[in-house]
């Protein structure tokens, strides 16, 4: 039974890659921090199937343990502080977790276990101000938050531990992807989640900052199949996941309040406080070289996504208001 190591496992991405490990016959030990209050919702329901341990990324010593006592053959390294926003008001942090959290798990698996198969959760984030009007893997990067450059870090230094100490370690460049457990700061769970709210009742407005800002949107479940696939080849390498389509966020607000037979200009209201010091515009993913060498292709398309999203947050709402 192989065994594999998660960490950021109670994260959304982190849910969908432990379900489809244990449905893979994988042995899944979860890396996850300690809390003062239950952060474990999105794993509770698979949380006797796996193995949960502490760690921190900020923390080399209790990575190294991890290692040492797991002794993994795979490890998705998923932990960061990955909202962007937030990587502005806590550059240092960020740049900490999501940039030299990477090469404490590659020095920690350089040491104690080095034949380990290592994924970094690279990010779209990292082409920013695009070069290309299609990303892909040969796209130089412009990133235009703290967090694109922490992840520019932790991209470079995952290539460079394959090329300096042979480590199978790969960075998939992943571009936005939701889902249900979305956390509820980034735009396509809030506004499912306000629409949801409006449609019952429960508030009146949907605060928004930038709604031209277009992003490649697929659906989670889909992209943590392509973590998997990646870590599966020959040869270590990396590789661009995305749809292959734009979309902006006013036509996320268009398709969720047009779901619930509501007009979204009735309830988008502008708020400055959500607009950012510096944009990334529009991002469109060329991921051509992962249908080719993964054979990997999305399932679920934009309509589907928005609409699988408002659906979930009314069933929510429902269950907690008793509505
Ligand atoms: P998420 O829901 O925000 O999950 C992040 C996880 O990292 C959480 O489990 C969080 O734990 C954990 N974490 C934060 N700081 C940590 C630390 N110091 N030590 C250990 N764990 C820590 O993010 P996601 O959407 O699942 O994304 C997974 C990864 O893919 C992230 O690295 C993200 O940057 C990257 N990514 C995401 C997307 C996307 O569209 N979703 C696209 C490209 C790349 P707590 O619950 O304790 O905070
Ligand atoms: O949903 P977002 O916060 O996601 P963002 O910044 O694209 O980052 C996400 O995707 C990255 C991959 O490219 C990941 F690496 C990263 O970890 C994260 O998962 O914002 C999307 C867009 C932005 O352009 C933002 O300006 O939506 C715009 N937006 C407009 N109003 C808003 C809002 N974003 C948020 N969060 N909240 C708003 O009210």
Not at 119 to 126: D, K, L, P, R, W
Not at 258 to 271: M, P, Q, T
Request: with cysteine; aromatic share 10%; proline share 4%.
């Amino acid at each position: 039974m192989p065994k594999a190591l998660i960490t950021g496992i109670n994260g959304q991405d982190g849910s969908y890659l432990a379900e489809f490990l244990l449905e893979h016959d994988y042995e899944v030990v979860g890396m996850a921090r300690r809390s003062s209050t239950d952060t474990m919702g999105r794993i509770a329901h698979i949380a006797d199937q796996l193995e949960l341990v502490q760690g921190d990324l900020l923390d080399q010593s209790s990575v190294n343990a991890l290692i040492d006592q797991h002794q993994p053959d795979e490890v998705y390294n998923l932990a960061a502080q990955s909202f962007v926003p937030t990587s502005w008001s806590q550059p240092v942090l960020t740049g900490e977790v999501t940039g030299l959290g990477v090469t404490r798990l590659l020095e920690a698996i350089r040491y104690v276990k080095p034949d380990t198969r290592f994924y970094q959760a690279s990010s779209s984030e990292m082409f920013g101000k695009v070069q290309e009007e299609r990303q892909s893997e040969t796209t130089p990067f412009w990133p235009r938050s703290p967090y694109g450059v922490a992840k520019v870090y932790g991209h470079w230094i995952t290539v460079n531990y394959r090329e300096s100490h042979n480590l199978f370690a790969v960075s998939g460049m992943l571009f936005n992807h939701e889902s249900p457990r979305r956390g509820l700061e980034f735009v396509t769970r809030k506004i499912s989640q306000h629409v949801a709210q409006i449609k019952l009742g429960l508030t009146d407005k949907l605060p928004l900052g930038n709604l031209d800002a277009q992003r490649d949107w697929g659906f989670a479940g889909d992209y943590v199949k392509a973590m998997w696939m990646m870590l599966q080849q020959k040869e270590a390498d990396d590789f661009v996941i995305g749809t292959g389509e734009t979309h902006s966020v006013r036509e996320f607000c268009e398709i969720a309040f047009s779901h619930v037979d509501l007009d979204y200009e009735e309830f988008v209201v502008r708020d400055e406080r959500f607009y950012r010091p510096a944009e990334v515009d529009v991002l469109l993913a060329n991921p051509d070289k992962a249908g080719r060498v993964l054979g990997w292709e999305p399932q679920v398309d934009f309509n589907s996504l928005v609409t699988m999203m408002v659906d979930a947050d009314l069933e929510l709402l429902r269950k907690e208001h008793g509505l």
